[in-house]
């Protein structure tokens, strides 16, 4: 049985939320930490995660005193959209990644029935307000980025952190990746290409990893209740655009998944028994996560 040792986890989400979550962040980092990986990033649909990442970093910091707890945040309506000032201070924090909208993008409803929602109850937003909140977009009406989207992309880049792309729809991100790539930032990552939003075909894939993009395949989206990807599609795909512009993530913390380590760990294996380099795993699980990280 394959070892997660060294392993990192980009993308996870943690108690408490509006949505059912499986753990807090302090319980996810140990047991990420005991599993022997080397670090996380902690993500909210709703808020910044400064806080519940200080509070997990405390968690192991006696007993694994080396794992790394990173800091998000998701441009949502928990900050106000698309806001650069919210940016400004998560990234002034520590926060390592940004991501665009996700659940209140545009894309995002289209593919869902609604902003919010995941179109069950378990994940959906309960709210008492009278009107809806908008939809996002990081496009004006002429098909441009917006002054806004720009600037979020700006501090990243000024930050030298990660900007992942959320529930954008397609033809956003190739705005937003070269709009990113023409200011000279490097870490651009595609947020599960293989969900329903984006839902992005292997030569879209491959033209985004051309122009230095990363794809971030998701373990979760190969599990029952999420399931839009077989194993098969996740070896042509990583094929297609070869372990150098792949990592692997859980989006795990959902109760009706595996805990995010072992989402992580069964795709893994799966992977590995069907013929995929063990060097190859290496990449989309460490040496590829330390790279965006800046840890190198």
Known sequence: MLKLD????????????????IADSADIAKWCANAGMA?????????????????????????????????SIALNRGVGGINPAAVDLALQQGAKVVWLPTLDAAAHAAAFGAGGTYGFKAMTIPSRRKTEYPLLSTLDESGRLTLETKE??????????????GHISKREIFAVAEYAFGIGLNRVVITHPELATPNLDVAAMVELARMGATMEFCAVNLFPKFHCLSLKGLLDALEAVTPDRAILSSDGGQPFNPPPHECIRVVVQSLFDSGFPIESIDKICRTNQRALLGLE
């Open 152 to 165: 979020v992309i700006d501090l990243v880049n000024d930050y030298g952190a990660i900007l992942g792309t």
């Open 39 to 71: 670090g996380i990033v902690i993500k909210s649909h709703f808020e910044s995660t400064v806080s519940k990442t200080h509070h997990a970093r405390l968690a192991v910091a006696e007993s694994h005193p080396d794992f790394k707890v990173f800091s």
């Open 6 to 21: 060294g392993y990192f986890d980009l993308h996870l989400h943690s108690a408490p939320a509006p949505f059912v979550r």
